[in-house]
């Protein structure tokens, strides 16, 4: 065993509060920067009192975006790490005007504030059922981040609490109100047509070690043993790493996975049938979930069989994260990161005049400056080599292309965008309850079938609730 991969494999819980500000200080900073919010209520957008239950690392990242929107007023966040987690948002949004008012019990938190309209719940997977829920019957409308839940029941009880109640609830399936994913689906997909028979896809994750080890915290502000025992915790390793412990989270195909099988069926128009699975607890022996997990989903489409690999790596970043949807005329290539994306024509398709120049010209996508066609002289003289080779054919390379809308900057922020203006009536949610369960159907199953090692098929039914 090599050096670089013993060392996290034993990493500490505690790292020093210097260490820890460092780490944290992206998803903070961007507070401080932006203009407050309310320059932009003078705007004349009708306000909407929110709170933020669960201000970790990605509650701060939702606040910072919600807040650039016009009307968000934050009225009271929630935390049960009082000492950093809380004390931390608190201060900040204070500092923007905010003075929203501070609770470590949501119960205390929606008993006492009588002019909330909305809620943002960032807490850990497990928790998300029993919040949501009680700020729905509360009267709230919801923004829950993915995963919905990691238990499919709870989920159920959250899609079932959202139409009794009548409001809102939107699950932070983000990518669903991008606006690149947005223009491939509605216009290169479902318009153009692009990419002929779409015959299979492919997604990956990949993270490195050093983004997967085992989180620490700051050693000054550890929760009392007493406080993890209220709120369900065994201790601040297992409340840190929760994303890889099967009582709180789904593991790494819950908390990366998720975004990119969600695209799956959505580009598609289709729900699997039918998945295999495999991976294991290979190299993080600290915690419970998978550290790496690899899928095959099969849809059945109107045009044909379409099979889906997605696959989750902890142990190395090549590559990154993007989806591609791979077609008989050409492929599609999408990430939230401009320089994954991509359209590829088939190279057998003709180059002039380009099949796809109608499309070009109506500003869908761009022809790539850096795609320079091939110039061979057939008739000319060839090498012994080049004859050879000749004899084994040669495939013209794709010509690519460019998708000609802008990468937004704030992941997130068109996402929460759709679901306070759905508040005010103004759309529909574009990642509403049922929505979400589907998709948590498709990603809880994959655990499911790599424990079982075992095919599992779907039924329409399983989706339904």
């Given at each position: 065993?090599?050096?670089?991969?013993?060392?996290?494999?034993?990493?500490?819980?505690?790292?020093?509060?210097?260490?820890?500000?460092?780490?944290?200080?992206?998803?903070?900073?961007?507070?401080?920067?932006?203009?407050?919010?309310?320059?932009?209520?003078?705007?004349?957008?009708?306000?909407?009192?929110?709170?933020?239950?669960?201000?970790?690392?990605?509650?701060?990242?939702?606040?910072?975006?919600?807040?650039?929107?016009?009307?968000?007023?934050?009225?009271?966040?929630?935390?049960?790490?009082?000492?950093?987690?809380?004390?931390?948002?608190?201060?900040?949004?204070?500092?923007?005007?905010?003075?929203?008012?501070?609770?470590?019990?949501?119960?205390?938190?929606?008993?006492?504030?009588?002019?909330?309209?909305?809620?943002?719940?960032?807490?850990?997977?497990?928790?998300?059922?029993?919040?949501?829920?009680?700020?729905?019957?509360?009267?709230?409308?919801?923004?829950?981040?993915?995963?919905?839940?990691?238990?499919?029941?709870?989920?159920?009880?959250?899609?079932i609490a959202a139409?009794?109640?009548?409001?809102?609830?939107?699950?932070?399936?983000?990518?669903?109100?991008?606006?690149?994913?947005?223009?491939?689906?509605?216009?290169?997909?479902?318009?153009?047509?692009?990419?002929?028979?779409?015959?299979?896809?492919?997604?990956?994750?990949?993270?490195?070690?050093?983004?997967?080890?085992?989180?620490?915290?700051?050693?000054?502000?550890?929760?009392?043993?007493?406080?993890?025992?209220?709120?369900?915790?065994?201790?601040m390793f297992q409340?840190?790493?929760?994303?890889?412990?099967?009582?709180?989270?789904?593991?790494?195909?819950?908390?990366?996975?998720?975004?990119?099988?969600?695209?799956?069926?959505?580009?598609?128009?289709?729900?699997?049938?039918?998945?295999?699975?495999?991976?294991?607890?290979?190299?993080?022996?600290?915690y419970e979930w998978?550290?790496?997990?690899?899928?095959?989903?099969?849809?059945?489409?109107?045009?044909?069989?379409?099979?889906?690999?997605?696959?989750?790596?902890?142990?190395?970043?090549?590559?990154?994260?993007?989806?591609?949807?791979?077609?008989?005329?050409?492929?599609?290539?999408?990430?939230?990161?401009?320089?994954?994306?991509?359209?590829?024509?088939?190279?057998?398709?003709?180059?002039?005049?380009?099949?796809?120049?109608?499309?070009?010209?109506?500003?869908?996508?761009?022809?790539?400056?850096?795609?320079?066609?091939?110039?061979?002289?057939?008739?000319?003289?060839?090498?012994?080599?080049?004859?050879?080779?000749?004899?084994?054919?040669?495939?013209?390379?794709?010509?690519?292309?460019?998708?000609?809308?802008?990468?937004?900057?704030?992941?997130?922020?068109?996402?929460?965008?759709?679901?306070?203006?759905?508040?005010?009536?103004?759309?529909?949610?574009?990642?509403?309850?049922?929505?979400?369960?589907?998709?948590?159907?498709?990603?809880?199953?994959?655990?499911?079938?790599?424990?079982?090692?075992?095919?599992?098929?779907?039924?329409?039914?399983?989706?339904?609730?």
């Amino acid at each position: 065993m090599s050096a670089s991969h013993a060392e996290p494999r034993h990493s500490p819980p505690g790292v020093k509060r210097r260490e820890f500000l460092k780490a944290t200080a992206a998803a903070g900073a961007g507070l401080v920067a932006a203009p407050t919010i309310l320059g932009a209520e003078k705007a004349g957008a009708t306000p909407i009192n929110v709170a933020v239950i669960g201000t970790g690392v990605q509650g701060r990242v939702l606040t910072e975006q919600a807040r650039r929107i016009e009307g968000v007023r934050f009225k009271a966040v929630c935390d049960i790490w009082k000492d950093w987690s809380l004390r931390y948002a608190s201060r900040q949004l204070k500092r923007l005007g905010y003075p929203a008012k501070a609770y470590t019990d949501y119960r205390d938190m929606l008993q006492d504030e009588k002019d909330l309209q909305a809620a943002i719940v960032a807490t850990p997977d497990w928790m998300h059922a029993e919040h949501t829920i009680a700020c729905l019957k509360a009267g709230l409308h919801v923004y829950c981040e993915k995963e919905m839940s990691n238990d499919l029941a709870k989920a159920r009880q959250m899609v079932i609490a959202a139409r009794e109640t009548g409001n809102l609830l939107q699950i932070g399936h983000q990518r669903r109100s991008n606006l690149r994913y947005l223009h491939a689906k509605q216009k290169l997909l479902d318009e153009a047509h692009l990419l002929g028979r779409v015959t299979h896809a492919y997604g990956q994750w990949n993270r490195s070690i050093a983004k997967t080890a085992p989180k620490g915290y700051p050693e000054k502000y550890p929760m009392d043993e007493a406080t993890l025992r209220k709120y369900g915790y065994a201790d601040m390793f297992q409340f840190c790493n929760w994303r890889f412990f099967k009582k709180y989270g789904g593991g790494a195909i819950a908390d990366l996975g998720s975004h990119q099988i969600d695209v799956f069926g959505w580009f598609l128009d289709a729900l699997p049938v039918a998945l295999v699975a495999e991976g294991g607890r290979d190299y993080w022996d600290q915690y419970e979930w998978y550290d790496n997990a690899l899928a095959i989903y099969r849809f059945d489409t109107p045009q044909g069989t379409v099979r889906a690999f997605y696959q989750t790596l902890t142990t190395t970043s090549a590559v990154g994260y993007f989806e591609r949807f791979m077609g008989d005329e050409g492929t599609l290539q999408i990430s939230e990161k401009a320089s994954k994306c991509r359209v590829f024509a088939e190279g057998y398709l003709s180059r002039n005049p380009h099949p796809w120049t109608p499309w070009v010209k109506k500003g869908y996508i761009a022809r790539d400056p850096e795609d320079e066609e091939e110039t061979e002289d057939d008739n000319g003289p060839q090498t012994p080599l080049q004859a050879i080779l000749a004899m084994y054919g040669k495939s013209k390379p794709p010509a690519r292309f460019l998708l000609t809308v802008p990468v937004e900057e704030a992941p997130h922020q068109a996402h929460l965008a759709n679901f306070f203006g759905a508040i005010r009536s103004k759309g529909k949610l574009n990642c509403p309850a049922e929505v979400g369960y589907e998709t948590a159907v498709q990603v809880l199953k994959v655990n499911e079938a790599i424990a079982g090692d075992k095919k599992l098929h779907f039924k329409e039914e399983d989706f339904k609730v």
